[in-house]
């Protein structure tokens, strides 16, 4: 059980373009998704805070217009990368909590991008 | 805010041997310290957690210990073994929604 999933797993886009990555939560529900951005041999660094039906809970510097979030069901949010540059290659990596409980974040696998 | 320091930033040890990795943090508040492993190119994946109302923590190979008072807590690993190879995360939160605040993670190579 607690299984998170992302798609894609991977994905190179052309600087301009928008790129979406999903996070989905396969055997719970989940009120509240965070997202995370992990740069080569570094620590994992909070980007928001996405809550079901509500906007996120962005961290200071990360720009809201830039990184859209959307928390459409209880299963399901997504990342939108507007208008990517280089500097926004990346990994990411979504976690998800149990509605029904507990503090445990089970992390989705990530998506690496890349943008050329 | 809250701020995790984690040590050491590399650790090698000879299979068999254990491994311990220590973590501090700073908000008395916090009461909730999971332990990730992330392997190369994959998410972390939760070994084990520990809550401020309980001071060890084992299960199989792997314990944690908590020092509330010092604000402390490690990760102890016995019995290594090559798989056990990874980046290893320690995390600390409030609970509830609150996010958790990530250590800069130790790099164990376990050496067969």
């Known amino acids: 059980g607690a299984v998170v999933s992302q798609h894609p797993s991977w994905v190179i886009c052309k600087s301009g373009t928008s790129v979406k990555i999903e996070c989905r939560s396969l055997?719970?529900?989940?009120?509240?998704m965070f997202w995370y951005r992990q740069f080569p041999k570094q620590s994992l660094m909070l980007m928001a805070t996405?809550?079901?039906?509500?906007?996120?809970?962005?961290e200071q510097g990360v720009e809201k217009d830039k990184f859209l979030i959307n928390h459409a069901s209880l299963t399901l949010s997504t990342l939108t990368v507007t208008s990517a540059h280089p500097e926004d290659s990346s990994f990411y990596i979504c976690?998800?909590?149990?509605?029904?409980?507990?503090?445990?974040?089970?992390f989705g696998p990530g998506t690496r991008l890349l943008v050329l | 805010g809250e701020n995790v320091e984690q040590h050491p930033s590399t650790l090698s040890v000879q299979e068999g041997d254990s491994a311990v990795i220590k973590c501090t943090y700073s908000d008395s508040a916090s009461n909730y310290f999971p332990w990730y492993k992330q392997e190369l190119g994959k998410g972390p994946q939760l070994i084990i957690d520990i809550r401020s109302n309980v001071g060890e923590k084992k299960d199989q190979r792997i314990a944690v210990t908590l020092n509330k008072t010092a604000k402390h807590f490690s990760l102890h690993i016995t019995e290594t073994q090559p798989e056990d190879s990874a980046v290893y995360f320690c995390a600390a939160s409030r609970g509830g929604n609150t996010p958790l605040v990530f250590g800069k993670g130790t790099r164990l190579s376990v050496i067969a």
């Open positions: 996405s809550n079901e039906g509500s906007k996120a809970t962005y």
């Open positions: 055997d719970f529900q989940a009120t509240t």
């Open positions: 976690s998800a909590r149990d509605m029904r409980g507990g503090e445990t974040q089970y």
